[in-house]
């Protein structure tokens, strides 16, 4: 099996260093899972936490808080270290770093699937992280959990693991909540209000994730054809087991069985909070396999442009569709609810009628 392993600063750190014995239990755990013929890519947080440490900061020191320069620092110590253990098994590895830009372009990302597989045929261990010194708030994914989930569509793999520092996801904060509980598994195709609701709290000391960030990482993958369990990051040894599909912390199982490679890289363009919302009419059409023409659009949400992926919503909010916006988004609002014969006359110019072409878009 092809899966994707994300190792996030709680579970590579302890008191604020990168924890060695940790990481070769993970070393051990997964060079095991690679001579059992599974291919694996590592998604690894910790760049800032060990620039931090280099630099002997404290967390907000005034003098050190950019964490850019701290990520430039930390990232080829990581990389060293993780190069040094996996190295006593036998496995060579190879740094990856990535942006959302690299994802949104079609040829940088064509190129980047084509190193993955190039590194998975060899048996080269890739170890991704986000490229934090060239990545402006703009490009950026934001988090290693979402990032993850990226990846594990980029080389269509069908397990996504989100380590953590609880035994799974629980239906509430189990800081807060004592009596909190353990799901163990997520079969619905809509993750309930329940437990988006249950997913609210807040982000580690260290990383930038927290549970939201993973629930929408398992958004994204499950409709991408791959299961994701969220597990206990201080339990390596529990990775055979649970690779083996045995219940370990919580597993939300895949929804849709594993889409085309078109459709992947269009879903991995998708940021938070742009989209558009459309009418019932809109909803017909394209659940027929129409285009969205921008006479069906209500309302328009963000900031895009051209060639940006957007999701489309529903008059109740629920999303239905995601796909390659035909208009920025200052265009659209000029032009949403107007006929197509019109569009030409508000721009003065035109791409087309379609909002969204049926080719770009990926129902969800
Ligand atoms: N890229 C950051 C780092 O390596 C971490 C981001 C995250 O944990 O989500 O320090």
Known sequence: ??????????????????????????????STLRDAGHQLVLVSSGAVAAGRAAMRAQANDPVVVNKQMLAAIGQP???????????????????????????DDRRRYLNARNTFEAMLAAGVLPIVNENDTVATEEIRVGDNDQLSALVCSLVDARLLVLMTDQTGFFDANPRTHPDARLIERVDDAEISATIWAAA?????????GG???????????????????????????????????????????ATAPSRDARSRYILAGLRDGVGVRVDAGAVDALRAGKS???????????????GDTVAVHDADSRVIARGIANYGADELRRIAGKRSSDVAAVLGYDFGPEFIHRNDLVMW
Request: aromatic fraction near 4%; hydrophobic fraction near 45%.
């Open 292 to 306: 969205l023409l921008g006479v069906g659009v209500r309302a328009v949400d963000g900031e895009f442009d051209r």
């Open 1 to 30: 099996m092809r899966l994707v392993l994300k190792l996030g600063s709680s579970t590579v750190t302890r008191d604020g260093v990168l924890d060695a014995p940790r990481l070769i239990d993970y070393a051990r755990a997964i």
């Open 77 to 103: 110590r990581l990389m060293a270290l993780y190069g040094e253990l996996f190295g006593h098994y036998g496995l060579t590895v190879a740094q990856v770093l990535l942006t959302r830009a690299d994802l």
């Open 211 to 253: 549970m939201l960030t993973k629930l929408k990482a398992a958004e994204i993958a499950r409709r991408n054809g791959a299961d994701v369990v969220i597990a206990d990051g201080r339990a390596p040894e529990q990775l055979d087991a649970l690779v083996r599909g045995e219940s370990v912390g919580t597993r939300f199982c």
């Open 200 to 208: 609210g709290g807040g982000a580690g000391a260290l990383g930038t």
